[in-house]
């Protein structure tokens, strides 16, 4: 009992203490309740400075015109999760603005189509609560009166609507309200009943949506989607990148071109029963099978050509470096003769002068005595003596620049001269009592006897260098690849051939072809007969039937 009153003693001490200190503070309340606000203020900027600086948030431009432009920019929770995994998340580039304001987004499943929509709508909607977003620096967004968002499954068994009753119940509100002040995303629009009626309302809604001027997002599977936004100038076409290789997707969205659902190739991945999918396939319209294969095709040869162009971009850079370090030392070089060339002219001008006063001495001593032979004959003794200098100058120039290797044979690579001192060349290949030589930019055939090895002082000057280097720069702009030789008789066609595969080599080509037609096979036999004795070429095959087939072989060097 005494416990018990204990306790309530304590309980009314405490409501005494609280009582008291209420009717303390009361004659503040006023202040308190306006001090609570402004702390609340501070409190929810601080917690959007921390978000923001804790996923790398940047400060987007906002702009007045009806556009925005997406640099890098990442779904803040799938950047979380990523982390969580130690990955990294690939970010979203998107420019959309008035002449482009749809974007129809196609591809692979688990591709990034959803994710891609999302990041749209997860950025826009954090910029116009005053959150800075995960993007690059210069993400640029316009400012929407209405975002209307279809993503995800909404069936409701209480409102007795399907996923399909709910998406057209979506859709109907977007069409009724939307205006050029919207923002609408849509994902798998049509999607969820048979796809010959949920593509036509789809692209029916699509029409409307286009005709308000909304701004619009959306992912699809359908064809006619994709070639309704083909025909349209100011729609986009947007395709998540699949690697056909791999067949794993890149997670990269690419605009200017639909994308493949690539159903055949995921069913392949996962281990799908063959004589499925081939049966699959052919249960397929033709139709839409020849567009998927079309597109599938377009997207690897794009990709091939964006591998090729890269290439050559870093080629075409280090070229150009080459180009400029060659300038650099050319001017050095015709500087430095341009100095030889004035300092040679000077002396020559001081011995000329000197040879002219000891001709003039001496042709003033002869008219005094003309009988003098002594005198004469001095004078052709310093005569003889000035030649034979001459001579033993020149001997020991030809000495040096002929000088000779003895110690040595010659091999591929070596390098070499003629006999009489005139070129040299690096050796490329051996053939029995030949060689090929490289003199400069041109290639040709020697025999042993007429080359022997250099100095290394013998090479070509740094002038000569860069000649040869330059013209090699501008011979391999030059040269192509492929070479037409239908219609050739085999003993013309061959040192054609012949010559052609030297310059692919002298120019590092990879790889070239050569168009020789079908015909009776005589001429192709031929020509691989000579790829085969090509020490260089590595492989050669046909091309693929679509594009000219067993017509043309294709060479590989090693």
């Known amino acids: 009992n005494d416990l018990m009153e204990w306790y309530h003693e304590e309980k009314r001490e405490i409501a005494k203490i609280l009582k008291t200190l209420t009717i303390t503070i009361r004659p503040h309340i006023d202040y308190i309740s306006q001090f609570q606000k402004i702390i609340s203020i501070y409190d929810f900027i601080s917690a959007k400075a921390y978000y923001a600086n804790h996923i790398d948030a940047t400060s987007p431009i906002i702009n007045k015109e009806k556009s925005f432009s997406i ?29 482009s304001r749809i974007l129809v987004i196609s591809g692979p499943n688990a591709g990034g189509k959803s994710v891609s929509l999302k990041t749209v709508g997860l950025l826009q909607l954090m910029m116009q609560c005053g959150l800075h977003i995960p993007a690059d620096e210069g993400t640029s967004l316009t400012v929407f009166r209405q975002l209307f968002v279809d993503i995800g499954d909404e069936q409701s068994l209480e409102n007795d609507l399907s996923t399909y009753s709910s998406r057209l119940t979506n859709m109907k509100h977007f069409v009724r309200f939307g205006d050029a002040k919207t923002l609408i995303l849509m ?43 083909s025909e349209r100038d100011d729609v986009l076409n947007g395709a998540m990148l699949f690697d056909y290789a791999t067949l794993s997707p890149k997670y990269v969205m690419e605009t200017g071109k639909p994308g493949s659902s690539y159903a055949f190739e995921l069913a392949q991945k996962i281990g799908f029963q063959k004589e499925i999918v081939e049966e699959a396939k052919t249960l397929m319209d033709q139709g839409v099978r020849d567009f998927d294969e079309l597109i599938n095709e377009l997207q690897v040869q794009k990709q091939q050509v964006q591998e090729e162009e890269s290439s050559l971009q870093k080629k075409q850079k280090k070229y150009e470096q080459q180009f400029e370090e060659y300038t650099k030392k050319k001017e050095k070089l015709v500087a430095h003769r341009d100095k030889l060339k004035q300092e040679y002219q000077e002396k020559a001008t001081t011995a000329l002068e000197n040879l002219n006063k000891k001709f003039e001495n001496i042709i003033k001593a002869w008219k005094e005595d003309q009988n003098n032979k002594a005198l004469i004959k001095r004078f052709k003794e310093e005569m003889e003596l000035e030649k034979a200098t001459l001579k033993k100058a020149q001997e020991h120039l030809k000495t040096q620049k002929h000088a000779r290797v003895n110690n040595g044979t010659i091999i591929e690579g070596s390098m070499v001269k003629f006999l009489d001192g005139k070129g040299v060349g690096r050796v490329l290949e051996l053939r029995k009592n030949n060689a090929i030589v490289e003199f400069g930019n041109l290639k040709t055939k020697v025999k042993l006897n007429e080359i022997v090895l250099v100095n290394e002082e013998t090479k070509k000057s740094p002038e000569q260098n860069f000649t040869q280097k330059l013209n090699m720069i501008t011979g391999k702009s030059q040269f192509e690849s492929t070479i037409d030789i239908r219609g050739m008789r085999m003993e013309e066609a061959l040192p054609e051939v012949e010559r052609f595969i030297d310059q692919a080599l002298m120019y590092n080509f990879d790889q070239v072809k050569i168009l020789h037609g079908k015909g009776t096979g005589v001429l192709k036999k031929s020509i691989r007969r000579l790829l085969k004795q090509t020490k260089a070429v590595s492989t050669y095959k046909d091309e693929l039937p679509e594009f000219g087939g067993d017509g043309i072989t294709i060479v590989e060097f090693s």
């Open 187 to 229: 994902d798998e629009v049509g999607a969820g009943t048979d796809p010959v009626f949920g593509g036509a309302i789809a692209e029916a809604v699509l029409n409307h949506i286009y005709k308000k001027r909304s701004f619009a997002a959306m992912t699809t599977h359908f064809s006619n989607l994709k070639a309704w936004a």
């Open 71 to 99: 640099i890098n920019g990442i779904h803040p929770v799938l950047l979380e999760i990523q982390r969580a995994r130690n990955k990294t998340v690939v970010p979203l580039n998107l420019n959309m603005d008035e002449e």
